[in-house]
């Protein structure tokens, strides 16, 4: 069964330093979701994207957050310079078309910050 | 933003007995609802969904109730198992948006 994959599993990483968060969609999918979960929260909307850009953004998604297709099957999210209260882990989802369908997640990244 | 909720945040059972986990909702235009299982340290997974235009839809030992009167959302498990322990998650999708809205989970844990 197609899943949406995440790497790395597990990033630590020092405050200030900037972190790369790395998605593959499945692959017929056009619309493509950051999520993120504080340890033992709910999972919180951070960004979505399609067509190549932004379609919907939360408040925590500010401008050390960007996301990025750089090419035809990756996904990016990129926090500039981290905080510690980034530390989360964060989902990567997928779906394939507009209308309410099925939303896919990867089993996440758990960022630490320092 | 918007409010996604459930009642309990733990819920117990014995092996082989049915739950119920419930979830409320308040925005209105909400059209599409997901359940999703989440296992420690896994991303959460697709359990079952509905949408506005139904009141019940049934899965495999699963069935999802949508009450958009009182905008109210419950997922049935039959015969529950050990595997079944996980934290359940209610999401909803508002008719004019593509983000989903998740609920703060509830915690399932079934006795042996």
């Known amino acids: 069964e197609p899943e949406v994959t995440q790497t790395p599993s597990h990033q630590v990483t020092q405050m200030g330093q900037e972190v790369i968060l790395r998605c593959v969609p499945i692959?017929?999918?056009?619309?493509f979701y950051w999520y993120r979960q504080i340890l033992g929260q709910k999972v919180e909307f951070l960004v979505s994207?399609?067509?190549?850009?932004?379609?919907?953004k939360s408040e925590i998604f500010d401008d050390q957050f960007s996301v990025e297709r750089p090419d035809g099957s990756n996904f990016t999210l990129k926090i500039r310079s981290t905080k510690l209260e980034d530390s989360a882990m964060y989902f990567c989802?997928?779906?394939?078309?507009?209308?309410?369908?099925?939303?896919?997640f990867g089993s996440g990244t758990q960022l630490s910050v320092l | 933003g918007e409010s996604v909720g459930l009642h309990l945040p733990t819920l117990s059972v014995q092996e082989g007995d049915n739950s119920i986990i419930n979830c409320a909702y308040s925005n209105s235009a909400s059209d599409y609802f997901i359940w999703y299982k989440q296992e420690s340290g896994k991303g959460p997974q697709f359990i079952i969904d509905?949408?506005?235009?139904?009141d019940k839809r049934q899965g495999q030992r699963v069935t999802v109730l949508l009450n958009k009167t009182v905008k109210h959302l419950s997922l049935q498990i039959a015969a529950t198992q050990p595997g079944d322990s996980a934290v359940y998650f209610c999401?909803?999708?508002?008719?004019?948006?593509?983000?989903?809205?998740f609920g703060t989970g509830t915690s399932l844990t079934v006795i042996p």
């Open positions: 999401a909803e999708k508002i008719s004019t948006g593509n983000q989903f809205y």
């Open positions: 994207f399609y067509n190549n850009e932004i379609s919907e």
């Open positions: 989802a997928s779906k394939q078309s507009q209308g309410g369908e099925k939303l896919f």
């Open positions: 509905i949408r506005s235009n139904m």
């Open positions: 692959s017929n999918h056009l619309y």
